[in-house]
C-alpha cells in the first residue's frame, strides 16, 4: 500500500481549509480542518480505485497557514 500527500492550506479570503493531491486527483474543501482531514480519507479511498491507483494505505497530511498582522 502507498502513502499519498496531501498538501493542506489555509484560504483567508474563503475562510477554508484547501487539500489537493495531484497523485490522488483530489481536491476538497473544508471549514475546519479536522473536517477536511475526515473528507479527504473518504475520498481518497473512493478515488484510488475509480481511477486505478495503487491502493491508499496512510495519508500523509502537509499543513501550512500564512497570517497577516497589522
Known sequence: MRVY???VTWDCHGEVWCG???ELALSL???SFDGLIERV???ALELSRLN???PVGMLHFVAE??????
Not at 65 to 70: D, F, N, P, T
Open 29 to 31: 474543501e473544508c471549514s
Open 65 to 70: 497557514r500564512r497570517e497577516g498582522v497589522v
Open 20 to 22: 489537493v493531491s495531484d
Open 52 to 54: 486505478n491507483c495503487e
Open 5 to 7: 500527500i496531501i498538501n
Open 41 to 43: 480519507k473518504v475520498a
